[in-house]
């Protein structure tokens, strides 16, 4: 039951030729796509497309670079959007200091919108963080002393010891393409660390294709191969961590089970 649990179908590049895409990643064995929002003029054609085929989930949020373009955005528009059968999850939501691209204070308030919503809705929360360990994790720290929430950090990359104090606090742990680049040494040795319920695998296409296909648009058929490298760091055979990941995929968003 492999699941890329996180991609954007509706990015240039997968786009203008969905159908195909979906297609090619079923025929890798994909069985089911996250297709992910990151500001709110997306949102009506990520549903859209979720709700063109069974097999894929949809996501509303607002991603850390749109957040001063989204600044008055409140928890009731965030909420309402949330009714719809096929969205099945909030995000991506989070900090990027990295690119600086919003305001820090307005990524951290709406940061905190989004994580009250997916309290009360019991949707898990998709979390983007760059260069912003110790922000996103007080935040997180903060906000569940407030009241528990389900949650994963999407697209690891952060440090073990952030993983770390993530996985305390409850939270899933995604990994994507980004593990079997050459350089990512560290990543690879706290891959093996996550506990077995608490992983899940994705593309974030059509960014980040992992080797052997660098260079290349990321498409949700390659976390095929995202999978089998994790798989054999991990000392598993790609079948096994297939079925643990999608089963942790359909425990965390459990709408998508339904």
Sequence with gaps: MLIDSHCHLNYKGLVEEQDSV?????????????NISTRQREWADV?????????????????????DGHADLGEAVLREATADARVVAIGE???DYYYDHSD?????????????????????????TRDAEDDTLRILTDEMGKGAFPALIHCFTATPDFGRAVLDLGLTISLSGIVTFKNAKDLQAFATEIPEDRLLVETDAPFLAPIPHRGKTCEPAFVADTLRFVAALRGIEP????????????????KAAV
């Design 22 to 34: 979906l297609d090619r990643a079923r025929a890798a064995g994909v069985r089911g796509f996250l």
């Design 47 to 67: 549903v859209a497309t979720a709700h063109r085929s069974p097999d894929v989930w949809a996501s509303v949020g607002i991603h850390p670079h749109e957040a």
């Design 93 to 95: 939501t989070g900090l």
């Design 104 to 128: 820090r204070q307005v990524q951290q308030d709406l940061f905190r919108v989004h994580i009250q919503v997916s309290r009360d809705t019991g949707l898990p929360l998709i979390i983007h």
């Design 239 to 254: 079948e096994t961590l297939a079925e643990l990941t999608g089963a942790n995929f359909f425990k965390l968003f459990a």
